[in-house]
Each structure stands twice: as C-alpha cells, then as structure tokens.
C-alpha cells in the first residue's frame, strides 16, 4: 500500500494533534481543560432540535436529498441574508447548501485550482486555507496578519508572481485565530484587487452572528462589487450550536456557485434533508439563543481578559468570533509556552504556530467551555505562571 504524495504535503491537521495530547493526559488521571478547539459547549436551541425531529419522523426526508438543497432552505438563506445583511440572494442560482463549512472551502479548491495555480490564504488562518490547495495540488500563497495592519493582509505586498497564477482569496471576518473585525474600506480594496486579477474571493463568514460590544458584521457580499467576485461560506455550526449537524451554505457569485454546484454534485450526496429544515427553523425562526450566546462569551471574553492582565499579558478585547488571541510571554515561542501551559495547569491552548508562520508567537485559547471550566481554567493560568 502506497499513500499518494500529497499526504506528505499537509501537515497533520492541527486538532487531531491537540486531541492525542489531551487523550493521554487524561488516560493518565489528569484533569485536563482544553481551551483548544472551537467547539461551542451550549446545545443547539430547542425550536431548531424540534424542527429536526420532526423532519426525521417524516418519510420525505429519508432519501438521497438534491445536492441543489431543498427551496425551503435556500429561500431561508436567501431570506435571511436580506434581513440581516442587507444582501439580496435568488435562492434559485446563488445558494447551495453545503455538509459544513469546511467541506465548502475544501471543495472550493477543487473547482478553481487546476495544478500549479495560486490560492491567496490568510496566515495565520483556518487550517483548509492552506491544506485544501495543497491537496488540489495548488500552491498556497501566505498572505501576512499582523497586528499592525490591525489583522488584515497588506494587498500590496502579495509578489506579482502569485497575483498573476492566484484564482482564490480567502478572507475570513471576524477573523478565526485572531478575532479581528474587518476595518473600513477593507472589503472594497478586495473587491477591487480581485477584479483586477481576476480571483475569486471566499469569504468565510462562519463567526459572523457572533460579535460583542454592540459591533454587528458585515457580508462580504454586501460591499459593492462582492457578488461579482466572490461567495461566502455560511455556516450555522458557530451561530446556531450546530457544530455536529454539518449544516452550511455557499451564497454569492452564480457562475461560482454553478461551478461549486458541478463539482459537488461528482463528490457526495447534498445534506440530509432533515438538516436542512433544522436549518430553516435556524434562519427563520427566534433568534434570541443567538442574542444570549453572544452575551455569554462577551462574559467568558472579559473573564480571560481580566485574568490573562494580571498575568502580565494586556490584549483588546476582541470584537467578534469566540477566540482569544494573545502574544506568548517573552523568552516562549508558542509551542513551548502550550506545551509549558498544558504541563503547568493541565489547560490547553492551541499554539499560534498551528496556524500559519505568523501565528508564531501567539495562542489563542476558546472561549467554548462553560462559565465553571473556564473560571477554573484562569485560576490555574494565574496560580501557575
Ligand atoms: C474560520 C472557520 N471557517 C469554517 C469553520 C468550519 O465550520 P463548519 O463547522 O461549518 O465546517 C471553522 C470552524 O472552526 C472556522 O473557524
């Protein structure tokens, strides 16, 4: 047996790593608390758990759904998305669903990559920024986020080799490992960027119900020009509570989604029907479990920024996403100061390394445990560094 080279390419992903070390410790007795994986520890809300239980009782959903989606669904995304975003959507050619966020960006590779091609990646960033071109054997081009520029890349700077053989951007606000929010103008230097080279932007918007301080986000698609050169990735996992569910959508560009729409139909069978009317009742029903999650991690952010003060670590509290992310105390590179955390208190934080060369440097640590773990996790933080 012969694995393909490309394995050799991608690193092992990241939480499959953190997941091993928290395996042993624990099989070893140790009390661990992982602040490492943004996995919300809230349930979904009930009405969406009702709406999918009888969706499973009803025969109609049993067989293989449309790989399209169903018309409810992609009128509640379309719906939603001009109520909450401002951004009209015709369910009819610029909505797919999708079996998660992360199965979108992955395919979404395979449609524009040919080989050798460019996919333009924010560093740090989401993990399938880089491995999903890899795998398409694309070439994954870096570009920098830095505080300085307030967490967004330098447009300039990306090398005109990689401009000129880039056929994706991926840009993600609020912004997963960092936090940030998007600046003003920011998105019209994209759009204008990616007219001028004619590259697809994917916006991945999976943070984007979840902001605190009165700061509400934007759609990429709502900026003039976004629907002619780009899509966004919504996914209900981190709005909703549906981490588990696999329930997501690409809205946006129609020749995109047609060419998304080509390629997936060649690769599974769409999402369970069910799912997709859990997701209806999602967009379309109450939203005040939303409103209540963001008060809750507003808590748990203020919690962590409180604690990580007095250890000497002084950050802004972020505006959106559920991460915190913080430069490591000097003389620590990021996985020797997780490594020294996880030893030190049994608490996990995930290495900024993991997620890009500039990650380096920093940790983020997840604010989806609930308020005791959390309030514990601190506490050993403080006591023990
Ligand atoms: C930036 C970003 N995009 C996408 C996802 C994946 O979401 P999904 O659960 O819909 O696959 C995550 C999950 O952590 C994420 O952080």
Redesign the pocket.
Same mark, same amino acid.
């Not at 998660?100 to 199965?103: D, F, I, N, S």
């Given at each position: 047996m012969r694995p393909a080279g490309r394995l050799d390419r991608i690193p092992a992903y990241l939480f499959a790593e953190i997941e091993r070390k928290i395996a042993e410790k624990k099989a070893a007795g140790v009390d661990v608390i992982s602040l490492g994986i $943004?996995d919300p520890d809230m349930p979904t809300p009930p009405n969406v758990v009702k709406a999918a239980v009888r969706a499973v009782q009803d025969p109609g959903t049993h067989q293989y759904p449309s790989n399209r989606g169903r018309p409810e669904f992609r009128e509640a995304v379309s719906s939603f998305y001009r109520t909450r975003f401002g951004v009209d959507l015709d369910p009819e050619t610029q909505v797919i669903p999708a079996i $998660?966020?992360?199965?979108c960006?992955f395919n979404i590779n395979f449609a524009f990559l040919d080989a050798g091609a460019v996919a333009l990646a924010a560093d740090p960033g989401?993990p399938p920024y880089t491995g999903g071109p890899l795998i398409a054997d694309a070439e994954p081009v870096l570009m920098p986020l830095v505080p300085e520029l307030g967490f967004v890349p330098d447009l300039d700077a990306i090398p005109d080799q990689a401009r000129d053989r880039a056929r994706l951007m991926f840009v993600?606000y609020p912004n997963?490992p960092t936090g940030a929010v998007v600046p003003e103008g920011f998105f019209e230097r994209v759009v204008e960027f990616a007219r001028a080279h004619d590259i697809l932007v994917v916006h991945?918007s999976?943070?984007s119900e979840l902001t605190y301080d009165g700061y509400v986000a934007p759609s990429f698609l709502a900026t003039p020009g976004g629907m002619e050169v780009g899509v966004e990735?919504f996914?209900l996992?981190k709005g909703w509570n549906m981490?588990g569910w696999?329930c997501?959508a690409i809205a946006g560009n129609a020749d995109a989604i047609a060419a998304y729409w080509k390629l997936k139909t060649n690769v599974d069978s769409g999402l369970f029907d069910a799912v997709q009317l859990a997701g209806v009742e999602a967009l379309t029903g109450p939203q005040d479990s939303v409103r209540e999650m963001c008060t809750i991690y507003q808590r748990r952010r203020d919690l962590v920024i409180g604690a990580l003060r007095e250890i000497g670590i002084d950050i802004e509290p972020p505006q959106g996403t559920i991460y915190i992310w913080a430069p490591v105390p000097a003389g620590h590179t990021s996985a020797s100061f997780a490594e020294e955390v996880l030893e030190q208190s049994a608490v996990v934080v995930s290495p900024g390394s993991a997620y890009g060369p500039n990650g380096e440097g920093f940790f983020r640590i997840s604010l989806t445990v609930p308020d005791e773990r959390l309030a514990e996790a601190v506490e050993r933080l403080r006591s023990s560094l």
């Open positions: $943004g $998660g966020g992360k199965e960006i989401y993600n997963n991945d999976a943070y990735v996914s996992s981490t696999r997501a």
